[in-house]
């Protein structure tokens, strides 16, 4: 009676250490192929929002829509070393609206009202026209809609607003559900290094 | 007043007639001659469009002129150099600091006055090249607002400077002492004779009535003295992409347009109604 | 009063059934073999983004020194992700919590620790950290770090997939009791199971393999192709996350809904981890067993179990989702082990 047992448990132990010893080169083979972090970020290269060429087109809202956090982990992200710090900024005001009595759009652009405009630098007490404006994105506030981002776009702006995947947010899915809906295969999985940089629109060519 | 695009100088190719990468300035001479400034060549063409002539300049050049005994200035980064009309270099003005980015040319009647980009102002040198003063840094802001990095502005036949600030929405008459003297237009978003978006008008011409482009709906616009527009020169033929087209205007009151993205030079003369 | 196999000499828990459940293993792994294979030859094109022919103007932006009144130029803010330390710490959790399991169900035998670990486990991988990164859905990218030879898989994913793995070679399916948390939110809700038919249970199993098939099959396709199927129908995501689109917390408010009346109907009929922890369970020396010489036949653990893994009074440690309902309803052993019943015996 003892001998079917010892030989079934011989046959068992023989087996799971096999099986152990599968999982844990495995394990080994894999943990080789292990790197540094890799994240999802926006191309704005390839953004319709921010890529050079479609202007007056409507923004596109795909980022907002089709996150899987409630409030999208993309937002829109002022560099500011490359903002125009216009007066009248196309993206925090609604250009085509009527002109208030001190000669600014009565209307601003963001629909959650996340841009705080504030003047900077020596200001002209008479003539407010005459002075830099720093404009600041309240990233609580922005749900990464892309109007500002369009508008800011060249020609009409320089460009200093672009959609970035914020990495407090993002949850770091393995197929981020709006590089599947993106129609221009915008966002890419890079390390994190090269997501942390300033965005490149275009290269220079002078 | 209207005005009819009768031709189309250039274009974007290898050619030697056309503009490889850049077309940045435009300069008319009294004999009808088109000077246009882009990669770093000067090509002239006569009033029919058929290039003339053309030469290289050291650096890539980002604007030019024709001063009244025909010397052709070429405006390019830090430095002016200065050919005769067959496209001689006669003398170089370099200076780090006064000719950062030469993005227009003007001339008076004591001197030469080069737009500097790199410190939003434009300086007033003599006929050998000595600084005299600056025009348009006397305010808090210490310059043109221009976040398009151009600095135009074109002298009319009194001497009157005539410069664009696009962060202000106007056009700012100075004196070549350097006091400013007035200024015309203003923002508006959607009326034809305000000047829209973030930064216009981007470059300006006189003669006679005040002529300027505008970028994000690009567009040439015609303004008498006063500020009145005249007439919207065109706004169709310009790639939407286009942003600090430069413009210039000879005797008859034809007027050209350089499109930077398309690299040609529209030609529109006016109709008489 | 039912024969009971007790005169048959003793055999292993582990290999009892074997000649009867190999029909649905080697039916599952050609069904995968097929689909894997329809699957992984219908490559996605992936699209190149048109370059805009035309280049853009010199950077031209005012610089801090330009607009003077000592103004500086603000930083933009780089939110950097989650501390790689967190992640380790979140698989030394899960060895934790896997750990604390065995003990739990095995040793401590206690359906009221068993219960306050499910809470526990729940709370914590499933609404702290969202249900990600999980040992169902890491099978995708080992599967991808196999085929695809410019996919490296983060050290953290490698460790959650083969840890309940190795635990379930020794100990059984640890990982389902109290540990995962798409187990734990469904194990909660248990109201009045009903006892499955064995062949429809058999069938409905078969869904385990076809689904697991399917996943890697998907999952391997080319970088822009590649579908991450378990995540994308995660049907308890959407509570975990406290968002979601509306027909996948349907189908989550579904599955609970079920779950009421059927056992852990996404863990015996969907989940593509349970064969992978099926087949290690199979090795497994330890495990709940229902010892012969001392059980009653009462039947009140078959009854207890709303998982159908007890059969013919034996336990059947790959369907095991180490619950320890059996233990709490056992008369002989828990809370009742003093109590004992007057035994019937037969003569």
Excluded at chain 1, 2 to 8: A, G, I, K, T, W
Excluded at chain 1, 140 to 169: A, F, H, N, Q, T
Aim: glycine share 10%; with cysteine.
């Amino acid at each position: 009676m003892s001998q079917p047992v010892s030989r079934r448990d011989l046959l068992h132990n023989v087996v799971r250490g096999s099986v152990l010893a599968t999982l844990g080169g495995g394990a080994l083979f894999l943990v080789q192929k292990a790197h540094g972090q890799v994240v999802w970020q926006v191309d704005a290269a390839r953004c319709i929002n921010s890529r050079l060429g479609d202007t007056g087109a409507e923004a596109c809202k795909l980022c907002t829509t089709e996150c899987v956090v409630a409030l999208s982990a993309v937002r829109a992200v002022n560099e500011y070393a490359k903002c125009g710090r216009c007066n009248i900024c196309p993206a925090y005001f609604n250009i085509t609206s009527a002109v208030d009595e001190k000669g600014l759009p009565s209307e601003k652009l963001c629909p959650r009202d996340a841009i705080a405009r504030k003047p900077i630098g020596k200001a002209d007490p008479e003539d407010p026209a005459n002075n830099f404006y720093e404009y600041v994105i309240d990233e609580e506030k922005c749900d990464g809609c892309g109007k500002c981002v369009m508008k800011c776009k060249e020609p009409l702006g320089l460009g200093s607003i672009v959609l970035r995947v914020r990495y407090d947010k993002c949850v770091g899915c393995n197929r981020c559900t709006i590089s599947r809906a993106c129609p221009k295969d915008a966002l890419v999985q890079i390390p994190v290094e090269q997501a942390l940089r300033p965005p490149e629109l275009r290269p220079r060519t002078e | 007043m209207e005005y009819r695009q009768i031709q189309v100088i250039g274009g974007k190719g290898s050619a030697p007639g056309q503009f490889a990468t850049s077309l940045r300035s435009l300069a008319v001479d009294a004999h009808g001659q088109i000077f246009a400034a882009g990669d770093s060549e000067i090509k002239v063409f006569d009033a029919a469009g058929r290039l003339k002539r053309r030469w290289s300049t050291a650096r890539p050049v980002l604007s030019v002129a024709v001063a009244a005994d025909g010397a052709v200035y070429a405006g390019q980064l830090r430095q002016i150099e200065i050919f005769d009309g067959a496209g001689k270099l006669v003398n170089t003005w370099r200076d780090e600091t006064l000719l950062g980015r030469v993005t227009a040319i003007g001339f008076v009647k004591d001197g030469v006055l080069a737009g500097d980009a790199a410190d939003r102002a434009i300086r007033h040198f003599d006929h050998n090249g000595k600084f005299r003063n600056n025009i348009g840094k006397d305010n808090p802001v210490h310059g043109f607002l221009i976040p398009n990095g151009v600095v135009d502005f074109a002298v009319d036949s009194q001497g009157i400077i005539h410069a664009a600030n696009p962060g202000k929405h106007r056009v700012e008459r100075y004196l070549p002492s350097g006091p400013l003297l007035g200024h015309i237009g203003r923002f508006h978003g959607t009326d034809p004779a305000g000047f829209g978006g973030c930064c216009n008008p981007t470059n300006v011409a006189v003669r006679d009535r005040i002529y300027v482009t505008e970028k994000a709906g690009p567009r040439a616009k015609v303004y008498d003295f006063d500020g009145n527009l005249q007439a919207v020169v065109a706004s169709a033929p310009f790639d939407p992409n286009c942003k600090n087209m430069s413009v210039a205007v000879d005797g008859r009151g034809v007027v050209y347009v350089a499109d930077t993205v398309k690299l040609a030079i529209f030609v529109f003369e006016p109709v008489t109604v | 009063m039912k024969p009971r196999p007790r005169t048959v000499a003793f055999r292993s828990v582990a290999f009892q059934g074997w000649g009867a459940l190999w029909a649905a293993p080697i039916l599952g792994g050609i069904l995968s073999a097929l689909l894997a294979l329809l699957l992984g030859l219908s490559f996605a094109p992936i699209l190149a983004a048109q370059a805009i022919p035309y280049s853009r103007p010199v950077e031209t932006a005012p610089q801090q020194d330009t607009i003077g009144g000592g103004y500086k130029t603000p930083a933009v803010q780089k939110p950097l992700p989650r501390d790689a330390l967190f992640q380790v710490l979140d698989v030394l959790i899960l060895a934790a919590a896997m750990g604390i399991s065995v003990w739990l169900v095995l040793q401590r035998r206690s359906r009221k620790w068993a219960v306050a670990l499910t809470v526990g486990s729940l709370a914590y991988f499933g609404f702290y950290r969202e249900g990600c990164v999980c040992p169902i859905g890491s099978i995708q990218n080992v599967a991808v770090a196999l085929t695809d030879r410019t996919y490296a898989i983060p050290m953290v994913v490698t460790a959650v997939f083969f840890l309940p793995l190795v635990v379930a070679l020794f100990f059984g399916r640890a990982f389902c009791g109290g540990v995962c948390p798409l187990g734990a939110i469904q194990e909660l809700v248990v109201l009045k199971p009903v006892q499955v038919p064995p062949r429809l249970d058999r069938a409905l199993g078969l869904l385990k393999y076809v689904y697991l098939a399917l996943a890697i099959g998907l999952a391997i396709k080319p970088a822009l192709g590649r579908d991450f199927l378990i995540c994308r129908f995660d049907p308890f995501v959407g509570f975990f996350r406290r968002t979601g689109a509306p027909h996948m917390l349907l189908l989550g408010g579904g599955f609970l809904l079920l779950g009421m009346f059927v056992g852990r109907p996404y863990c015996r009929y969907l989940c593509p981890y349970g064969p992978l922890l099926a087949w290690c369970t199979r090795l497994a020396r330890r495990g709940v067993t229902i010892t012969p010489d001392k059980e009653l036949d009462c039947g009140l653990c078959a009854d207890a179990c709303p998982y159908g893994a007890i059969d013919h009074m034996r336990a059947v440690r790959k369907d095991c989702l180490y619950c320890a309902r059996c233990y709490a309803s056992c008369p002989c052993d828990g809370d009742l082990a003093h109590a004992k019943a007057e035994l019937v015996t037969l003569s």
